[in-house]
């Protein structure tokens, strides 16, 4: 359960649903992670409902059964904000306000107000600025419901109407100007790192939340924010980082998510073009996260949307001293051993060995295997090094026999 401090959270309530994409299981860790995105947004879920439905309802997303029980439970209960694990669309969005008559956001709009309370630096604001103005241009008509009221009434219709298309028009105009800002920042980000040289860059990739910077400041000994929510790091941070007689370029970027918003993509470029211009990866992975399997597929599934998804990696399983698994008594002859009973042993020898990239198991919060950790990263960068700067190749022979 996740310890709440003292201070005021916005009462939430959380809706999922079961259909043939996601089954009940799945539903419910989609949900836990809504929770945890809820609680890094400031605030406290007091009940989540789900649905078992094959197609979402076109206007409410959810059937009208349903609708009436969240209704009831909101006034009741003085909630504030319900949120909906998957993304509505404007006219959905605008159905649900009118019903439940309090404000309505769906995961894409949760983690778009995340990422706005944790970007730090004016690039960062103005890629989520960006991303919630994309966001809100097709939802400006919810904005002017109060006019329903009024409909009919004289001079009443022509102004609300011209009052949204003006707004339209401001939204486009801003997003385009964002852009050309972005573009701009853009160009100016590709010279810094083309001014890095030939030097070796090496991007940290993962889940949200998995230790990336925790990670960072250990090999770089730097001081990079690093917090037990989502979302802690949102701006790429690089450090160079010397290990053994090896200089190289370490980039922290921002966590992967299921579901991330198209929106956060676009307006990310930059921050992820530190990706695709690595020439090494480490993935982090949460191991001691009971769905890490299915982290690292999402992660995947971007690196493979970014062109990035071939590039040397080093999958780095982080987080083993909180690592947990049921156990079976020895006399117990009827329990079947699954993926919950693994210990780490079992882990080492299941796929997790047999992927073609490098496999390493440590703790960067209590820096257990951290020397294994670092000659294998060592070894990676020097074979990268070697082919560019090949006259260096007896420098390295010569350290090798000296610390061997």
Known sequence: MIEKQLIDFEKT????IINQDQNEVQSKEYLDELEFLTYTA??????RFTQKIDVPNPKTFIGSGK?????NYVEANDVGTVIFDDE????????IERILKVKILDRTGLILDIFAQRAQTSYARTQVELAQYQYLLPRLTGLWTHLERQRGGIGMRGPGETEIETDRRIVRDKIALLKKKILTIDKQMAVQRGNRGKMVRVALVGYTNVGKSTLMNVISKSDVFAEN??????????????????PFLLSDTVGFIRKLPTQLIESFKSTLDEVREADLLLHVVDIAHPNFEEHIDSVNKILDEIDSKDKPTIMVFNKIDQYTHDSIDKDDLVTEKTKAHYTLQ?????????VDEECLFISALNKENMDEFKAV???AVKKIHMTRFPYNDFLYQEFDESTS
Not at 13 to 16: A, D, E, Q, R
Not at 42 to 47: F, R, S
Not at 67 to 71: D, H, I, T
């Open 88 to 95: 509505l669309s404007a006219g959905q969005q605008r159905n």
């Open 42 to 47: 400031g605030g406290e879920v007091l009940k």
């Open 346 to 354: 079992d882990w080492k020898k299941t796929w997790l060995s047999q």
């Open 13 to 16: 309530v959380l809706i999922g």
């Open 377 to 379: 990263v060592f070894e």
């Open 67 to 71: 609708l009436e029980e969240v209704a």
């Open 229 to 246: 929510k989502l979302f802690a790091t949102l701006d790429t941070t690089v450090r160079k980082v010397v290990i053994k007689n090896i």
